[in-house]
């Protein structure tokens, strides 16, 4: 049976004790709620922040709102750069547990200088609440590119993951749990550079803050453990979580059902690892994860139906009469493979005689 949180008013399992999507507790108070429709929020007018220092933001654009925050692009004056203000929305400001997630998401950025982790330069408040200056975009998400242009290739994937990896491999080493990786939480930037965003869900080891047996996050991103508690979770729920965002980028579609057929066959065994239901079965580290993204592991020789240049050693395509990279002809070697007959070779026929 399905409820309605009463504090952000979306869809959820009705037993529930916390909810999956703003973290409330809500046992106890969905019983009058059961079978409810969400209830509509009434749409009020953007009111940009009004930091301290107004002097120095100029030129507030609304660029981006969810459930419960929205971001601003803004014109840093003092330094002549482009930055992102995001901050919560009004309605959630006397919510500990929202409060609470947005000072977290400041503080595990904090902790992590990377290229592809969206920094953060600022933590202020003004009298609408507060908000956090952040390193601006200039792209859009793998989400929207995907719904844009279609599924990613094996080619425009790999270096995007490989990048994302580098990005983990630095957070849980700092002992950081992103536990939210989807396709909507990695930016692209105009280049094709990957940046990790939206840390308002990240677990730090010595934090108590995430109720125990409370479950948070993407659920079809979600690793299995996860789903069962969101505090007893290590770095493999966050290599679970950007395979099944792969697994998106590659076929087009959400990772609610496996389809292993429909993963390229140079991905599909790194994947499906990655992808293990067990942790102690899937690949231990976003190092690892990388490593395997970088060799490309395949469960059958991408070169078995080429030839071998015997004068240079090159691969073939089997189609080729002569060895593209030296020149040497490759027919007889073709021949000797047993690919193809030189009579096909050259559309002969078996009567035909000497050219005269």
């Known amino acids: 049976m399905k409820m309605v949180c009463?504090?952000?008013?979306?869809?959820i399992d009705g037993d529930s004790t916390y909810c999956m999507f703003c973290g409330e507790r809500v046992a106890g108070s969905l019983q009058q709620l059961a079978n409810a429709e969400p209830r509509a929020t009434p749409e009020l007018p953007p009111v940009p922040p009004k930091p301290r220092n107004?002097?120095?933001?100029?030129?507030?654009?609304?660029?981006?709102k969810g459930g419960m925050g929205e971001v601003w692009s803004a014109r840093d004056s003092r330094l002549n750069r482009k930055v992102a203000i995001k901050r919560i929305l009004a309605k959630y400001?006397?919510?500990?547990?929202?409060l609470h997630r947005f000072l977290r998401e400041a503080r595990s950025i904090a902790q992590l200088s990377h290229y592809n982790i969206v920094q953060i330069y600022e933590l202020e408040q003004d009298e609408t609440g507060i908000y956090i200056v952040m390193e601006f975009v200039d792209g859009q998400s793998v989400l929207e590119h995907?719904?844009?242009k279609g599924p990613y290739t094996v080619a425009e994937i790999v270096p995007i993951l490989t990048q994302i990896c580098d990005a983990l491999s630095l957070a849980?080493?700092?002992g950081i749990i992103h536990r939210d990786i989807k396709p909507a939480n990695i930016l692209l930037t105009t280049g094709m550079v990957p940046k990790l965003v939206d840390f308002g869900l990240a677990h730090e080891p010595e934090s108590d803050s995430t109720a125990?047996?409370?479950?948070?996050?993407?659920?079809?991103?979600?690793?299995?453990?996860?789903r069962v508690s969101a505090t007893n979770v290590d770095g493999r729920a966050d290599v679970f979580g950007l395979a099944a965002t792969a697994y998106q980028m590659i076929t087009g579609e959400r990772p609610r059902h496996l389809?292993?057929?429909?993963?390229?066959i140079e991905l599909r065994q790194t994947l499906l690892l990655a992808l293990e239901e067990h942790p102690d079965r899937r690949i231990p580290s976003a190092a690892e994860f990388k490593r395997r993204l970088t060799v490309l592991d395949s469960t059958t020789d991408a070169n078995a139906e080429k030839v071998n240049c015997p004068r240079c050693g090159k691969s073939n395509p089997p189609t080729f009469h002569f060895c593209g990279s030296c020149g040497q002809g490759l027919i007889s070697r073709i021949l000797q493979s047993g690919k193809v007959s030189l009579m096909e070779e050259f559309n002969l026929g078996a009567g035909s005689g000497s050219a005269g």
């Open 172 to 174: 849980h080493d700092r």
């Open 93 to 98: 400001m006397k919510s500990s547990t929202v």
């Open 212 to 226: 125990v047996g409370s479950v948070l996050g993407t659920v079809d991103f979600m690793a299995p453990e996860q």
């Open 54 to 64: 107004a002097d120095r933001y100029k030129d507030l654009v609304m660029i981006g």
């Open 259 to 264: 389809y292993p057929e429909r993963i390229p």
């Open 6 to 11: 009463p504090f952000c008013h979306r869809r």
């Open 146 to 148: 995907l719904r844009q």
